[in-house]
């Protein structure tokens, strides 16, 4: 049974930091390109952060040096290291894994509010 497993989100002040982390089984993890979204309230799911199966970064402008993705093949998991976090930051953060055939698996995505 293939999952995806969110966690490390919760409530942070205004320039403060959060990791989240993603936990993946039930499919070969090391060929799949991973991904990290994020959606607000009333607002469209965006791409946050991408790591492939080489372990190349790539993070939407928005983001760019305050996260940092990270991946770790040996235990299957995606890392998001998140710092100087601003209140727009806050949205639920999920993970995706991507097969370069196209096949695709959501977690469930895990809360990060940014609020004093």
């Known amino acids: 049974q293939v999952q995806l497993v969110e966690s490390g989100g919760g409530l942070v002040q205004p320039g403060g930091s959060l990791r989240l982390s993603c936990a993946a089984s039930g499919f070969t993890f090391s060929s799949y390109a991973m991904y990290w979204y994020r959606q607000a309230p009333g607002k469209e799911r965006e791409l946050v952060a991408s790591?492939?199966?080489?372990?190349?970064?790539n993070y939407a402008d928005s983001v760019k040096g305050r996260f940092t993705i990270s991946r770790d093949n040996a235990n299957n998991t995606v890392a998001l290291q998140m710092n100087s976090l601003k209140p727009d930051d806050t949205a639920v953060y999920y993970c995706?894994?991507?097969?370069?055939?196209?096949?695709?698996?959501w977690g469930q995505g895990t809360q990060v509010t940014v609020s004093s």
């Open positions: 995706k894994a991507r097969h370069p055939t196209g096949r695709t698996y």
């Open positions: 790591i492939g199966i080489g372990g190349t970064p």
